[in-house]
């Protein structure tokens, strides 16, 4: 068993109405666990295709990404991802934006609205001076 990120020989393409578009062409690498890898290069070389794959946002073209020996086939609470642009529901706090994600999910109503319960303001005086700010901020939200 390997625990980490492999990539074979992974293709992305993307249609276009003349030729495909290559993104990624025969990648193949080896993150094991506990290494930090950075990725990078200049726009538009395929940085973000590559970890929308890994994300499972995307499928290759060609070839596979596991993690710890598991094929990447959809998006997965085993795996995070830090978009670029804004990722957030404007319209929504930022309750239920987290909420959102456990929703469909499926956790059952009940377990919601704990969550709900549990993120209440907290009463007057109860933040420190050094996380005031911080407290406040949430609370606001």
Not at 55 to 68: H, I, V
Not at 95 to 114: A, C, H, S, V
Not at 115 to 129: D, V
């Amino acid at each position: 068993m390997t625990s980490g990120l492999r990539a074979k020989s992974v293709w992305r393409e993307f249609a276009t109405e003349g030729r495909p578009i290559v993104a990624l062409q025969d990648i193949s690498l080896d993150v094991g666990e506990s290494e930090f890898v950075s990725i990078v290069g200049p726009s538009g070389c395929g940085k973000s295709t590559f970890l929308n794959i890994a994300a499972g946002f995307l499928a290759p073209s060609r070839g596979e990404l596991s993690l710890d020996d598991v094929q990447i086939t959809r998006p997965g609470a085993d795996r995070g991802m830090v978009f670029q642009e804004h990722a957030l529901f404007p319209w929504m706090t930022v309750y239920r934006n987290i909420e959102y994600g456990l929703r469909i999910q499926g956790l059952p109503k009940p377990e919601l609205e704990m969550m709900f319960i549990a993120s209440k303001p907290l009463p007057s005086g109860a933040c420190s001076r050094e996380v005031s700010n911080s407290c406040h901020s949430v609370q606001s939200s």
